[in-house]
Nanobody, 126 residues
Framework: VQLVESGGGLVQAGGSLRLSCAASGRTFSTYAMGWFRQAPGKEREFVAAISWSGNSISYADSVKGRFIISRDNDKNVVYLQMYNLKPEDTAVYYC????????????????????WGQGTQVTVSS
């Protein structure tokens, strides 16, 4: 499985970015996908997740109402649209793929995700 993130960059507070994660190597449409982030000196934290069907979605409280996760199973891509970015959103963002086939309800612990991308840097200036 290969996961490749893109779309990170430098943006001013209040701005927007859209991250993409292209997947290959396994049937993308049958696995939930998640986004995590890790800021300098902090542990990796859950951001958002979407089930294989798109019917189950979860967000961290810190991003709820500002970030939107979506997926395109025809293109094997998961997206994270980020609005109203804040300096505290600065981190390396990783996409990850669930270990379990056809999980109906998304899970948030990082250890439930078996494949990870290399990450993309998001920097929000104040």
């Amino acid at each position: 499985v290969q996961l490749v993130e893109s779309g990170g960059g430098l943006v001013q507070a209040g701005g927007s970015l859209r991250l993409s994660c292209a997947a290959s190597g396994r049937t993308f449409s049958t696995y939930a996908m998640g986004w995590f982030r890790q800021a300098p000196g902090k542990e990796r934290e859950f951001v958002a997740a979407i089930s294989w069907s798109g019917n189950s979605i979860s967000y961290a409280d810190s991003v709820k109402g500002r970030f939107i996760i979506s997926r395109d199973n025809d293109k094997n891509v998961v997206y994270l649209q980020m609005y109203n970015l804040k300096p505290e959103d600065t981190a390396v963002y990783y996409c990850a793929q669930d270990t379990r086939l056809f999980r109906a309800v998304v899970v948030t612990p990082a250890e439930m995700y078996g494949y990870w991308g290399q990450g993309t840097q998001v920097t929000v200036s104040s």
